[in-house]
């Protein structure tokens, strides 16, 4: 088992709880993952789930009441974060707090997800935001093929081909010689912010 540093508290843990009871199913729980970790974007997340989906697959902390499936690929950007729920008022609110899901956690063994996720946001976005764009990931095809999107200044950009092939393409492929091709899935036909 991978060491888990998260503090959930004995408040979360009820409210969890709680929330399982009331859909009167046993063959579900709770997954805690974080989307786009390692970026600007990532988001830190709770949501129902299938125990049998999860079993074996990801890591289990169990608790007295609750077991909650934490995804592998999330731990290292799950470190210092806290899961806490705040009664008042109006009832209460559950707050996810967690300092290190936006910050770069790669390493060798890190899903090429993250590693190209890691290249766009440190290397390439920081190149196109001196023209006020920026690209981010959509998915890597089971094929390798990298599906980004652009933004900003970059959508509607005449220069989009060349920014795309000799210098997204060409940095990427330095990097990750596994990759087939990236293409570009954005609307170039909305001018509006275009840079020229």
């Known amino acids: 088992m991978k060491d888990i540093e998260i503090n959930i508290t004995k408040s979360a843990q009820d409210y969890l709880s709680n929330l399982l ?4 199913d046993n063959s579900q729980a709770i997954k805690l993952f974080v989307t ?3 970026t600007p974007k990532a988001e830190t997340c709770l949501a129902f789930c299938n125990i049998e989906d999860h079993k074996g697959i990801d890591e289990e902390i169990n608790f007295e ?4 499936y934490v995804e ?10 806290e899961i806490n729920y705040d009664t008042d008022n109006f009832g209460g609110q559950l707050t996810i707090k967690s300092p290190n899901s936006r910050m770069p956690n790669v ?3 890190s899903p090429l997800e993250d590693k190209v996720n890691y290249v766009i946001y440190n290397e390439i976005n920081p190149m196109l935001e001196s023209h006020g764009g920026n690209v981010s990931l959509v998915e890597i ?13 970059c959508q509607g950009c005449g220069m989009i081909d060349v920014t795309l092939k000799d210098g997204i393409e060409k940095t990427l492929k330095e990097n990750f010689p596994e990759i087939n091709s990236v293409k570009d899935i954005t609307d170039h036909t909305n001018t509006d912010n275009a840079y020229y």
């Open 65 to 68: 009441k609750l077991t909650i």
């Open 141 to 153: 095809t089971d094929s390798k093929d990298i599906v980004l999107q652009f933004g900003g200044g």
């Open 36 to 38: 786009e970790p390692g």
């Open 72 to 81: 592998v690929r999330s731990i290292p950007f799950l470190k210092d974060a």
């Open 21 to 24: 009871l009331d859909k009167k």
């Open 107 to 109: 390493s060798k063994d």
